[in-house]
Nanobody, 116 residues
Framework: QVQLVESGGGLVQPGGSLRLSCAAS????????MSWYRQAPGKERELVAAIRATGTTTNYADSVKGRFTISRDNAKNTVYLQMNGLKPEDTAVYYC?????????WGQGTQVTVSS
């Protein structure tokens, strides 16, 4: 059974940091591109960051470049999102995504709220 379980969300003040984790099971993690998406209330889900299966290439939404870092540990079947310099507009539910040519999986999401 495929599972993507996110953790690490919460309430943080502007300028603060959080580290999200996504633990994967039920598929060959090292063969999948992993991504983080987010969805704010009333908005569409958007790509935040992605990392290739080998971990050699990453890409980021312009809004998070220089503040967020995506990484993965294929030995632990886990992908991370380090979020620094958080802003109120980063408030959203963050979802982990696994993608291969013929398959795509989603986690249930973790809430991140940036507020003073």
């Amino acid at each position: 059974q495929v599972q993507l379980v996110e953790s690490g969300g919460g309430l943080v003040q502007p300028g603060g940091s959080l580290r999200l984790s996504c633990a994967a099971s039920g598929f060959t993690f090292s063969n999948y591109r992993m991504s983080w998406y987010r969805q704010a209330p009333g908005k569409e889900r958007e790509l935040v960051a992605a990392i290739r299966a080998t971990g050699t290439t990453t890409n980021y939404a312009d809004s998070v470049k220089g503040r967020f870092t995506i990484s993965r540990d294929n030995a632990k079947n886990t992908v991370y999102l380090q979020m620094n310099g958080l802003k109120p507009e980063d408030t959203a539910v963050y979802y982990c995504n696994a993608y291969q040519l013929t398959n795509m999986y989603w986690g249930q999401g973790t809430q991140v709220t940036v507020s003073s």
